[in-house]
């Protein structure tokens, strides 16, 4: 069993920068591969991307390639989601993910359902 909780979410303008937080309880959170999503207003929540047990390996969705990254610290049981030149359309609740999985299946890790704890979320607004 793992918390989760995020932080670091507010109100930013377009272009703006913003760094989440994702903390976890335990002492295993290495052994976890990490997912961040989100859900816009109205909408489904979607994949964002996901980092491997040590942050070696990161994947990320189209909408979010190049401006957002995904990084971890084990040591402090977290992970972050640093994103960068900030949309309007990037707007959502954000969510970090923890699947605890032993090897990594190609493609698998963009579904919600294979995640097995989720944290509450944390809520970006960004203005234009």
């Known amino acids: 069993q793992v918390q989760l909780v995020e932080s670091g979410g507010g109100l930013v303008q377009a272009g703006d920068s913003l760094r989440l937080s994702c903390a976890a309880s335990g002492r295993t959170f290495s052994s976890y591969v990490m997912g961040w999503f989100r859900r816009a207003p109205s909408k489904e929540r979607t994949f964002v991307g996901y980092?491997?047990?040590?942050?070696?390996?990161?994947y990320y969705s189209d909408s979010v390639k190049g401006r957002f990254t995904i990084s971890r610290d084990n040591a402090k049981n977290t992970v972050y989601l640093q994103m960068n030149s900030l949309k309007p359309e990037d707007t959502a609740v954000y969510y970090c993910?923890?699947?605890?999985?032993?090897?990594?299946?190609?493609?698998?890790?963009?579904?919600?359902?294979?995640?097995?704890?989720w944290g509450q979320g944390t809520q970006v607004t960004v203005s234009s």
């Open positions: 980092s491997d047990w040590s942050g070696s390996d990161t």
């Open positions: 993910a923890a699947a605890k999985i032993p090897v990594l299946p190609t493609g698998i890790m963009t579904r919600e359902a294979s995640y097995d704890f």
